[in-house]
């Protein structure tokens, strides 16, 4: 989901260079299963989104387990999101961008803004590096900056699970950013390919909707039939590494609203079924499913919501 803004110490610097190429052995394990949503699209530091939103969600969606946040230029982990994490068990996931471009931090330039994040996060929290990156710059450029963003990260905090996210949509057959031809001028699949030492999961975002049908399914539907997913899915699943779906989002925007249940049930007995360890589901618009007010183009689902139950129901604790 593309968002408009979303989504210290020379000694501590020289320790995080000393460290490169030693941080896989402090790898973070993942839970069998966590479920949790994100709020809204504004869920980002100085949004005004609280945690209240997430504790709301909480009482419609089931015992929620991770919360995404979301900084566009290296602000640190907002006070209110690490009380929701360490008072109320609302795991942050901190999705950041810095203020330096991709190429400088691949460079370095962006050490010292990367580790203060890092520091900040709480033992065993989530980070990731420039979430869906595919629109703003190439897969070369992108695994350059990844790479140098995970060795700083997990240097200044070993507990952390630092894990890349990609966009579903330009992981569609035809898109000029994901490409699979040998002519992509580093946007081939593998050039996006964060390798396997340098992350801790991999993620994707995925999102239906009617308007668009055609190109997305039409529901109810297995994410397990997703033709995105599965170019997806086939060129990360070898890799030994959790996955995870951050972002999801299903709306049926023309006609008769029908049940995202269906499709909710047949995706998870997919996703349970081939490694993926986190699922959280976008609370934006026509994509609302559980929730005290809805904006508008939302709409009550109460089987859509009851089969999300059933999802967080079976994580585990």
């Known amino acids: ?23 896989a052995a402090a790898e973070a394990t993942l839970p069998t299963l966590a479920v949790g949503a994100t709020t809204s699209a504004t869920d980002t530091v100085g949004s005004g989104n609280t945690c209240a939103g997430f504790l709301d969600e909480r009482t419609h969606l089931g015992n929620l387990g991770i919360r995404r946040v979301f900084a566009s230029a290296g602000q640190l982990p907002p ?42 996060m709480p033992a065993n929290s989530y980070l990731t590096y420039f979430h869906e990156p595919e629109d703003d710059m190439t897969g070369v450029q992108f695994v350059a900056a990844f790479q140098r963003a995970y060795t700083v990260a997990k240097a200044a905090n070993a507990t952390l699970n630092v894990i890349p996210i990609y966009m579903s949509y330009q992981w569609r057959t035809g898109s000029t950013r994901v490409t699979n031809n040998g002519t992509g001028g580093d946007y081939e699949i593998q050039d996006w390919i964060v390798p396997a030492a340098y992350a801790d999961a991999y993620g994707l975002d995925l999102y239906w909707q009617a308007s668009t049908r055609g190109s997305e399914p039409d529901d109810p539907y297995s994410i397990g039939s997703d033709p995105r997913m599965i170019r997806w899915y086939n060129s990360f ?12 989002g299903i709306d049926d925007d023309q006609g008769t609203r029908a049940s995202r249940g269906p499709a909710i049930r047949a995706s998870r007995t997919w996703l349970t079924s081939h490694n993926f360890r986190i699922v959280s589901y976008w609370q934006l618009d026509n994509w609302y499913l ?22 967080v129901a079976a994580a585990t604790p």
Request: charge should be negative; hydrophobic fraction near 40%; glycine fraction near 10%.
């Open 290 to 311: 559980g929730a005290t007010t809805f904006p508008a183009g939302g709409y009550a689902d109460p089987d859509g919501v009851a089969a999300y139950q059933e999802l």
């Open 1 to 23: 989901m593309r968002r408009s803004a979303p989504r210290t110490l020379v000694l501590a610097v020289v320790v995080v260079l000393l460290t490169l190429g030693n941080v």
């Open 237 to 248: 699943a070898g890799l030994g590494k959790p996955l995870t779906l951050p972002e999801w």
């Open 79 to 120: 006070a209110d999101a690490l009380t929701c994490h360490n008072t109320y068990g609302g795991v942050l996931w901190y999705s950041f961008k810095t203020s330096c471009t991709p190429t400088a931090v691949a460079a370095g330039s962006c050490d010292t803004e990367i580790q203060n994040i890092a520091t900040a």
